[in-house]
Antibody
Framework: QVQLVQSGAEVKKPGASVKVSCKAS????????VSWVRQATGQGPEWMGW????????GYAQKFQGRVTLTRDTSISTAYMELTSLRSDDTAVYYCARGQSMDVWGQGTRVTVSS | DIQMTQSPSSLSASVGDRVTITCRASQGIRNDLGWYQQKPGKAPKRLIYAASSLQSGVPARFSGSGSGTEFTLTISSLQPEDFATYYC?????????FGQGTRLEIK
């Protein structure tokens, strides 16, 4: 079955970077875009960007431009989201999802930014 | 940015009730809209895609309608497992945007 499995929870200090992985299985990884969304506690989801694993084309929400980088390793069907210059308000659960219409989601990765 | 105005923000209903949730887009998005259910501590789960198509495996009591700027999600007969938060999502324009959510609670 189609599945996205994300890396485990992270605790980071302000100013640090975090890299979250998203391993795809059950479908052809290069056949679908990967979207990234985050959700702070008690808030709605917020779209961060997308990447096409085949072309490596990307698109980012303006809010995250310059701080987020989406990459992939097709040999292991894994997408990555790196967020730099972390602040306390980056504390959230980060999700990957298949396609821009987001039919299947990963389980989420909690990132806590605290000094 | 496309604003997705979702209403109501919260709703109390009983098992067996019929409920409707609405999303209004600030400009036309064709039918590039999905509806999601989210339970506490879990990832969102897609229920409806392309505004009115039922996701495989989702019970038929869920239905979606609309096109352009007005969209609705209807649950025909609420079941205990349906009490959750619901979101709409538009993917016609960048940035992709979500509605603010509707929290469906047991009356």
């Amino acid at each position: 079955q189609v599945q996205l499995v994300q890396s485990g929870a992270e605790v980071k200090k302000p100013g640090a970077s975090v890299k979250v992985s998203c391993k795809a299985s059950g479908y052809t990884f290069t056949g679908y875009d990967v979207s990234w969304v985050r959700q702070a506690t008690g808030q709605g989801p917020e779209w961060m960007g997308w990447m096409n694993p085949n072309s490596r084309n990307t698109g980012y929400a303006q809010k995250f431009q310059g701080r987020v980088t989406l990459t992939r390793d097709t040999s292991i069907s894994t997408a990555y989201m790196e967020l730099t210059s972390l602040r306390s308000d980056d504390t959230a659960v980060y999700y990957c999802a298949r396609g821009q219409s987001m039919d299947v989601w990963g389980q989420g990765t909690r990132v806590t930014v605290s000094s | 940015d496309i604003q997705m105005t979702q209403s109501p923000s919260s709703l109390s209903a009983s098992v067996g009730d019929r409920v409707t949730i609405t999303c209004r887009a600030s400009q036309g998005i064709r039918n590039d809209l999905g509806w999601y259910q989210q339970k506490p501590g879990k990832a969102p789960k897609r229920l409806i895609y392309a505004a009115s198509s039922l996701q495989s495996g989702v019970p038929a009591r869920f239905s979606g309608s609309g096109s352009g700027t007005e969209f609705t999600l209807t649950i025909s007969s609420l079941q205990p497992e349906d009490f959750a938060t619901y979101y709409c999502l538009q993917h016609n324009f960048y940035p992709i945007t979500f509605g603010q959510g509707t929290r469906l609670e047991i009356k």
